[in-house]
C-alpha cells in the first residue's frame, strides 16, 4: 500500500471510528447552532472523493451495496433510481428536494440549516455518477433565511472550484403537495408547483424532459457518507432490511421533541423513551400526516421500518412520529387535519376536489358529537371510492389517516357518533385538567399554485 493511500485509509478509520451510528450526519451538530462552513464541514468529514464526470459506476455500485433507501417518505432503493437515470441517454438533471411540507417534520431544514455541505457534496457526486449537466436545489420559498444560507454554501464551494456542476438553488411555492417529485418537477420546467400524472417518471423524462434524478436532501448526505466510508460501514447501523441511519422528527407530548438521529430500524418504543413520551399516552402517529394512528401498545415493539410496520398497516414516511397528548381527543384532532389536508388540495381531480371536502366535513360531524345520518357508513364508502383514484398520492395518503382514526380510536369514534362525550374527555374530566394540551401543528394556509 503506497503512503498516500496508508493516509487515506487511515482518515477513513478515524472518520468512521468518530461518527459511529447514530452521529453521522449530526455530527458536531452540537458545536454551533449556525450553518458549518465549508472549513468546518472538511474539518469534521475530510474532502469528498473527486467528482469526475462520466465516472458512473463506482458510486453508484457501493449505494446499491449499502441499501440505502430515500428518506423522503417511500423509502425507494436509491442505487436502483441512480441506475435507471444513468441508463438513459442524453445528459442527466439532478434535483434535491428540500421542500419538507410535512408540517411534523423538520429533519430536512435542520440538516440543511446544519450540515448544508454534506447535502452539496451527496448532490456533486450523485451528479457526476449519472452524467448530469444541471443541478438544482428545491427549498421553501418562504424560507429565505434558509435559501440564503445554502446560496452561501454553493458560493463557497464555487470559489473552491469543488463542484464540476453547479448547483442552482430555487425558492418554490409552499404547500402540502408541492414537495411531490413531479410538483417540483412541474415547478422547474416553468407551470405550477402541483403534481403531475405518471408516466413517464422522472428517471425517464424530468427537468426539460430529460432524464432526471431527484430525491430527499437526507438521501444526498448519507450517499456523501457512503462515498467516504463504504457500504460495510454504512450497514453497521441499522437492521439488515433498514440499513443505517436515519433522521427523525419526534414531537407531540415528549419532553425532548426535535430532530434525532437513530438506527434506521429503533423500536418506536425506544423513540418514545428517547423523546420522553408522556407515560399517559395512549396513541402515536407514525409517519406523519399521510401516515398511520396507533395504539402505542400495538407499536411500541416494532422496528421503525417498512417491512416491520406493515403488520400494522403503517410505514415510517419521512421518519415522523407525533405523541397525542393524554386526555385529548384523537378524533377531534384527525378532524383538524383533515380539514387541512382537504384544503392543500391541487384541485385537478374528483378525488381530491369533492371527496377530500366530504371526508372532512364527516369527520367534522364525528368530532362534534352532532353527526347527520349514518356518517360512519358515510365516511367507509367514501373513503373507498377516493382511494387509488387520485392524480397523485395525496387523497390516498389523507384516506389512510382518517380509516388509522377510525380503527386506533375505535371506542370514541363509537362515542362521538352516537353523541355522547368520548373516553378521552370522560377521563380529563375525572384527572379534574382544565390546562390546554400541546395539539397537532397545522401550519397557516398558503398558496402551492402560483409562482412566487
Known amino acids: 500500500m503506497t503512503a498516500g493511500r496508508s493516509r487515506h485509509a487511515q482518515a477513513g478509520y478515524e472518520l468512521a471510528r468518530r461518527l459511529g451510528t447514530t452521529s453521522r450526519l449530526t455530527y458536531g451538530w452540537r458545536d454551533s447552532d449556525r450553518p458549518a462552513s465549508l472549513r468546518t464541514h472538511v474539518a469534521r468529514y475530510g474532502p469528498a472523493p473527486a467528482a469526475v464526470p462520466g465516472r458512473t459506476g463506482w458510486l ?48 430536512d431544514e435542520a440538516l440543511l440549516s446544519r450540515a ?18 444541471q443541478v438544482h436545489l428545491a427549498l421553501p420559498h418562504d424560507k429565505r433565511w434558509l435559501a440564503a444560507a445554502l446560496r452561501h454554501a454553493v458560493t463557497e464551494r464555487t470559489h473552491a472550484r469543488l463542484d464540476p456542476v453547479p448547483i442552482e438553488v430555487h425558492g418554490l411555492p409552499h404547500g402540502y403537495v408541492s414537495s411531490s417529485e413531479s410538483a417540483v418537477i412541474s415547478w422547474l420546467n416553468g407551470g405550477e408547483a402541483k403534481p403531475t400524472a405518471v408516466p413517464p417518471r422522472p ?3 424530468g427537468v ?38 436515519m433522521l427523525t422528527t419526534i414531537g407531540g407530548a415528549v419532553t425532548a421533541p426535535g ?19 408522556d407515560r399517559d399516552a395512549s396513541a402515536v402517529l407514525i409517519g406523519g400526516y399521510f401516515g398511520t394512528w396507533s395504539r402505542i401498545a400495538d407499536a411500541a415493539r416494532l422496528p421503525l421500518a417498512k417491512t416491520a410496520l406493515k403488520r400494522i398497516d ?11 397528548p393524554a386526555g385529548t381527543c384523537g378524533v377531534i384532532e384527525t378532524a383538524r387535519v383533515l380539514a387541512w389536508l382537504a384544503s392543500q388540495s391541487a384541485g385537478q381531480c374528483g378525488p381530491c376536489m369533492f371527496g377530500l371536502p366530504a371526508i372532512a366535513d364527516d369527520f367534522a360531524q364525528l368530532a362534534s358529537c352532532r353527526p347527520q345520518g349514518r356518517v360512519l357508513d358515510r365516511l367507509d364508502r367514501r373513503l373507498g371510492v377516493v382511494t387509488g383514484r387520485g392524480a397523485c398520492a395525496h387523497p390516498d395518503g389523507t384516506a389512510r389517516l382518517a380509516r388509522s382514526a377510525l380503527y386506533a380510536f375505535a371506542a370514541d369514534v363509537h362515542a362521538h357518533a352516537t353523541g355522547r362525550p368520548c373516553l378521552q374527555a ?5 384527572r379534574g385538567s382544565s390546562a390546554r394540551v400541546r395539539m397537532l401543528p397545522i401550519p397557516e394556509l398558503a398558496g402551492t399554485r402560483s409562482r412566487p
Open 60 to 107: 453508484i455500485d457501493v449505494v446499491t451495496e449499502a441499501g440505502l433507501t430515500g428518506r423522503g417518505g417511500a423509502g425507494f432503493p436509491s442505487g436502483v433510481k441512480m441506475r435507471s437515470v444513468a441508463r438513459q441517454r442524453g445528459p442527466a438533471v439532478v434535483v434535491a428536494n428540500g421542500m419538507e411540507s410535512e408540517p411534523a417534520s423538520d429533519k
Open 116 to 133: 448544508p455541505h454534506l447535502v452539496l457534496d451527496g448532490v456533486a457526486l450523485a451528479a457526476a455518477a449519472v452524467g448530469a449537466d
Open 203 to 205: 428517471f425517464e423524462r
Open 208 to 245: 426539460d424532459r430529460r432524464p432526471t434524478l431527484i430525491s430527499n436532501v437526507e438521501t444526498f448526505a448519507h450517499i456523501a457518507l457512503i462515498a467516504r466510508l463504504g457500504p460495510r460501514w454504512f450497514r453497521r447501523a441499522g437492521l439488515p432490511d433498514a440499513p443505517g441511519s
Open 259 to 277: 430532530v434525532h438521529e437513530i438506527e434506521a430500524g429503533t423500536t418506536i418504543g425506544e423513540l418514545l423513551e428517547l423523546g420522553g413520551a
Open 314 to 324: 403503517a410505514s415510517p414516511g419521512a421518519g415522523v412520529l407525533l405523541v397525542l
Open 426 to 430: 370522560r377521563r380529563a374530566r375525572e
